[in-house]
């Protein structure tokens, strides 16, 4: 069973991007039924062309992506999520809109890259992808299909600590 990943920023133009760009390319890499997406609550309408850039720059593949709303994944025919990320605090701290399936919710935080001063944007961006690189690793490792929500939930919190 294809395991759906959500992963929510506010503008879904930088962190969410580069998550979304890692966990499926990480996915793809070690042949894991995992799919994220992502989504903002209040969605800018493009992507940061500096994390398109930190993607591409390690050979992950972004033909599709676009800035989107989380309602798209409340709609009717949207994949049921089992898993819901937030990346940016204020997110984190948005009522969250009622996700079909019930999915397990962790918050994994990343300073916002867009924020670096304009010389370090680019090394920003960078770091950012391999935090999130990382983490998406960690997730990957576990057996996703086999494990309760309340596991899971342990699991994802676990992570969010390292």
């Not at 493009?46 to 593949?61: D, F, M, Q, Y």
């Not at 009522?95 to 370090?120: I, L, M, R, T």
Request: net charge negative; proline share 6%.
């Amino acid at each position: 069973m294809t395991v759906n990943v959500l992963i929510l920023c506010t503008h879904n133009s930088a962190r969410s991007v580069l998550a979304e760009g890692m966990l499926n390319h990480w996915a793809q890499v070690l042949g894991k039924d995992v799919r994220a997406f992502s989504a903002g609550s209040a969605p800018s309408g493009r992507i940061n062309p500096r994390a398109l850039e930190a993607l591409r720059a390690t050979g992950v593949s972004t033909d599709g992506y676009r800035s989107k709303s989380w309602d798209e994944f409340i709609a009717d025919g949207a994949p049921e999520m089992h898993v819901v990320i937030t990346v940016c605090d204020s997110a984190a701290a948005e009522q969250c809109p009622y996700w079909p399936g019930s999915p397990v919710k962790v918050h994994w935080g990343y300073p916002d890259p867009s924020n670096a001063p304009e010389g370090e944007k680019a090394s920003a961006f960078d770091l950012t992808r391999q935090a999130i690189g990382y983490r998406m690793l960690q997730l990957l490792a576990l057996p996703l299909n086999d494990l309760s929500a309340v596991d899971l939930q342990a699991a994802l919190a676990r992570i969010s600590e390292s």
